[in-house]
């Protein structure tokens, strides 16, 4: 099961509504991600795909940098939504990037449309990772 967050139904919400907001003209599997700053905001993010695919942006990355652009540095979750049969599953881009910016027990709630929720941090996505120049 996952611990109790105030704020989980809101994000979970937030996240899917996303879904209908990505652009996916290449591979037509949307992806939606809602993240809480420690000050209770909510910033929401969807994935933005390019005719270079590597020019894509993911839903995750999109909901970081928005905040971050927007004058946030400090968060408390992140809750990622698909259509998967399973939770969804941030790409390795995507949390090399959370990395920078979130605890290494942060909660993030990998979920999906069906009811599915996987809540993990990164110490268990990204053990062992490249955070500084050391
Ligand atoms: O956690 C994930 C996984 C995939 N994608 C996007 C990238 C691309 O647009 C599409 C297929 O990989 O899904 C995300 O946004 N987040
Ligand atoms: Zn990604």
Not at 52 to 59: K, L, N, R, W
Request: proline content about 4%; aromatic content about 10%; some cysteine.
């Amino acid at each position: 099961m996952t611990d109790y967050l105030p704020e989980y139904d809101q994000l979970k919400q937030m996240a899917d509504e996303e879904l209908d907001r990505a652009y996916i003209p290449y591979s037509h599997f949307p992806v939606g991600a809602a993240l809480l700053t420690s000050d209770g905001q909510i910033f929401q993010g969807c994935n933005i795909e390019n005719a270079a695919f590597g020019s894509t942006m993911c839903a995750e990355r999109t909901a970081i940098f928005s905040a971050v652009a927007a004058g946030h540095q400090k968060f408390e979750a992140l809750v990622v939504s698909g259509k998967t049969n399973g939770a969804i599953a941030p790409c390795g881009a995507c949390r090399q990037v959370m990395a920078e910016w979130f605890e290494k027990d942060m909660p993030i709630f990998l979920t999906n449309t069906h009811g599915k929720v996987l809540q993990t941090d990164l110490a268990h996505l990204l053990p062992d990772s490249f955070i500084e120049l050391t």
